[in-house]
């Protein structure tokens, strides 16, 4: 699992949720980066959001390692989780107006609701297949697990138990919650889970999927 490089709103310390920006420069260098990490990885299936930040940190790593070939799936449901009424705000801004203590519930634990919007986004553009209802206020973690956790199992477990190596290509938000649900980490400890851009986590599975190795480094 890699989460994208670094984004533009990242740069500008800014919730980012659903908006769709693009990669800096750094970022476009640490997906490079990341398809040095995974030389002699063969992975047969690529999964990612409908983000550009997301599928453009796939296409670089694809292209890098000559997967090119190598089927692309980009799903709603891998996005990072909506960050509400907060989203395109600055960080430390949100901090003053609202507190240290509640702006770290926001971010970090599993249950906690940013503000919500007032009316969802209007379905369009990536969406426009989709029911309008996916379309959310805002999401906590505990949220966008409700919408992630059953992709990996529909979608990316099932390949696994055939053998085939897996890339998941997504966000900070969404590997928090495949981390908790592969690792069953509880609601409690998730807030200590950072996922830093670019950088792959590598998990092997026996046949039943449960870990012989990773190279995450838990506190």
């Known amino acids: 699992m890699v989460r994208h490089g670094e984004s533009t709103a990242n ?20 997906a490079h980066v990341a398809a040095k990490k995974l030389q002699g ?5 690529v999964h990612t959001s409908v983000l550009k930040r997301a599928i453009l ?23 990072e989780r909506h960050y509400g009424a907060l989203r395109g705000q600055n960080k430390d801004a949100t901090r003053r107006e609202f507190g240290v ?17 007032d ?8 969406y426009k297949y989709y029911d309008a209802r996916i379309m959310p206020l805002a999401e906590s973690l505990y949220d ?14 099932p390949r696994l138990l055939d053998g085939k190596d897996q890339l998941i290509v997504a966000h900070g938000s969404t590997i928090r919650a495949l981390i908790k649900y592969i690792e069953a980490i509880s ?22 999927l449960n870990i012989l190795n990773s190279n995450r480094q838990s506190k």
Do not use: C, M
């Open 187 to 208: 609601d409690q400890d998730i807030d200590g889970v950072e996922v830093a851009n670019g950088t792959p986590l590598i998990y092997e599975f026996d046949k039943k």
């Open 57 to 79: 940190t796939a296409y670089i790593i694809q292209d890098d390692l000559n997967l090119n070939y190598v089927p692309i799936t980009k799903s709603w449901r891998l996005n």
């Open 144 to 157: 966008a697990y409700q919408r992630i956790v059953p992709y990996y199992v529909d979608q990316v477990a």
């Open 119 to 126: 009316h969802a986004d209007p379905n369009v553009g990536p």
């Open 11 to 30: 740069a500008l310390n800014q919730y980012t949720g659903w908006n769709n920006v693009g990669l800096t420069q750094e970022g476009v260098v640490q």
């Open 101 to 117: 203590e509640q702006v770290h519930l926001w971010r970090r634990s599993f249950y906690a609701v940013p503000p919500k919007l």
């Open 41 to 45: 990885f063969e992975f047969e299936h």
